[in-house]
């Protein structure tokens, strides 16, 4: 497996050690990892085990695809949905540790809105066994969108809302 660059040693090199205080970037890889850690013990255990072989272990999808007994395309779709799962849930610690907003443009009705807050407040409020028609016409006559199906909301809550824990 390949080793992944750390620093680049031109620029250590030209500017000096004094730039880098490694008890600083050793405490600030520790929470990187720490977060990491916790957001990746929130997948389903068929996301885990997918990581661990494919980011940890290095194998590519068509070994995992034969380990796995499952077709690559599949494993593409679930690599492409995890990365999203965890860039949703790891943006508020970017922007605390790093000061970087994420930002996430997005062809999704509800996200551009600008009473989004409140808009997904009224989205989970809704009861486990009640249908999303009531939702649907309070997103039309409260706030102007215009939606067909329920699908929009549940792909909306499902990739574009972080989970409260």
Known sequence: MPRRVVHHNWVYQS????????????????????AVRREISLLSDSEREFM???????????????????KRYNLENLNRCIMR???????????????????????????????IEKINQR???RGTHETYRRLIRLLRTDYGIRIKTPQTIIGHLKYHTREES
């Not at 000096?16 to 720490?34: F, H, K, L, T």
């Open 123 to 125: 989205l989970r409020s």
């Open 52 to 70: 661990e072989l494919y980011w940890f272990q290095g194998n590519s999808t068509s070994e995992i695809a034969r380990i796995l007994q499952r």
């Open 85 to 115: 799962k965890l860039k949703n849930r790891l943006a508020e610690f970017v922007e605390e540790e790093f000061g970087l907003r994420s930002v996430y443009r997005s062809e999704c009705v509800i996200c551009c809105h600008p009473e």
């Open 15 to 34: 500017i000096g050690p004094a730039v880098w205080d490694q008890n600083q970037i050793s405490e600030r890889r520790e929470r990187i990892c720490e």
